[in-house]
């Protein structure tokens, strides 16, 4: 059996459902395709919470991250419920950390007001919360808060079949080629299911490089980690410290290990505190743990910044997630090239910091599907063809990787 499409879209995560929900709204004829259930939690778009912040050491994402917090607002007021919690973001480091430094220059750049703060500045400002070396530096914006990750893809799927979208799971893509007589895309599934598109794009996490390889044989350097998420107790009588409502920002701390953390709000009590890195991984083969090693790193930073807040005796809860990580640590959002030209189009490699800005990397693919271009965006950052040449690797920067492999 066959169906036919204006646009395919492969992997129902954030990206394709956000892409889904965009080219359905501009009356596309929209197949949305999962391998797994709807909202699985086997790939990086599941989980409860993930931060949002405007403050990147790459001036390219600030203006990204602004126009999906208005696309955010826009796809909540269309389905009538919120999945996005402003607060501030705090960034803290050594004060010569290149990273943190060029984030102060980046919200400069991008006209995003910005306080840097010496440590006592930074315990008056949040009351006493937040402690740091004398030799460390606090950075406060605005543009801070927290994302309900299974909540918000729901969301773009719900939207997506209220405009009319096919969404199909279970229906894991065997077969991606160009059929030469009618120029039509057709899409095989392991069920015997056959599509046909006009366009098609693949945005399948970390199984991209797979269906990529397959699709055009080139291989693309997305390569899955698999990450821990971890939540901490905060004592008892000081748990309405460490919420929104409160004043307690999502935060991140520049170094080795880079740690980053969400206020207390899907777990009542319980604080979010990972280390922002990961085990390279096959998305089919992982361990679904954490190296004892980074546990105890994370215990001596939350002792060191919390004081005894914190209960660090030992994780509350771990959760299980993956990264798709690129060597520049920058997104790939492409045309397919190859057979498929611009009737393709390719959006992967987000690296453990793209599902904030998942709202406008779904504008950006649907204009790419029906116009062949995109403005606002620097797509020259996200080519395929960065990674051309023998090191392959991507985007040169000025400071070091923020994601650590072990």
Not at 135 to 153: E, F, R
Not at 162 to 189: F, P, Q, Y
Request: hydrophobic share 40%; net charge neutral.
């Amino acid at each position: 059996m066959e169906d036919q499409f204006d646009v395919i879209v492969i992997g129902a995560g954030v990206m394709g459902s956000s892409t889904a929900y965009q080219t359905s709204k501009r009356r596309l004829k929209t197949l949305l395709l999962e391998q797994f259930d709807f909202l699985h939690h086997r790939g990086s778009s599941h989980g409860e919470s993930r931060t949002t912040r405007a403050t990147y050491p790459e001036d390219y994402y600030s203006g990204m991250v602004l126009e999906s917090s208005r696309l955010w607002r826009q796809a909540e007021s269309e389905a009538g419920y919120q999945v996005c919690f402003a607060t501030r973001q705090l960034d803290i480091g050594p004060s010569d950390n290149k990273a943190l430094l060029a984030v102060v220059d980046s919200c400069r750049k991008n006209s995003i007001a910005v306080a840097v703060l010496k440590r006592r500045q930074l315990l008056e400002e949040f009351s006493g919360m937040f402690d740091i070396p004398e030799d460390w530096i606090g950075v406060v914006t605005q543009h801070g808060g927290v994302i309900k990750p299974t909540k918000a893809v729901a969301m773009f799927q719900t939207l997506a079949l209220r405009n009319g979208a096919v969404l199909r799971d279970n229906a894991e893509v065997v077969g991606i080629s160009r059929d030469g007589r009618t120029n039509e895309i057709v899409v095989a599934t392991a069920g015997g299911m056959t599509y046909r598109g006009r366009k098609c794009v693949i945005t399948a996490g970390p199984w991209t490089r797979k269906l990529v390889k397959k699709a055009r044989g080139i291989d693309l350097p997305i390569q899955p980690l698999e990450t821990a998420v971890h939540y901490w107790k905060v004592k008892e009588g000081l748990e309405g410290k460490f919420t929104i409502e409160s004043g307690f920002p999502t935060f991140a701390s520049y170094g080795e290990p880079y740690i980053y953390g969400t206020p207390s709000l899907e777990f009542p009590g319980l604080v979010k505190i990972p280390v922002h890195a990961g085990r390279a991984c096959d998305p089919e083969d992982r361990t679904w743990g954490a190296p004892p090693v980074l546990v105890d790193a994370l215990r001596a930073w939350i002792k060191g910044r919390f004081g005894d807040m914190i209960d660090v005796a030992k994780p509350v809860l771990t959760q299980s997630c993956m990264y798709s990580m690129t060597p520049d640590e920058d997104f790939v959002i492409d045309f397919l090239g190859g057979e498929f030209g611009e009737d393709g189009v390719v959006c992967g490699g987000f690296s453990g910091h793209g599902f904030k800005m998942a709202p406008v990397v779904g504008r950006v693919a649907a204009d790419l599907v029906e116009s062949g271009r995109a403005e606002g965006v620097e797509l020259t950052r996200f080519s395929v063809g960065r990674f051309d040449g023998e090191k392959r690797n991507g985007n040169v920067k000025d400071f070091d990787d923020q994601v650590m492999s072990h």
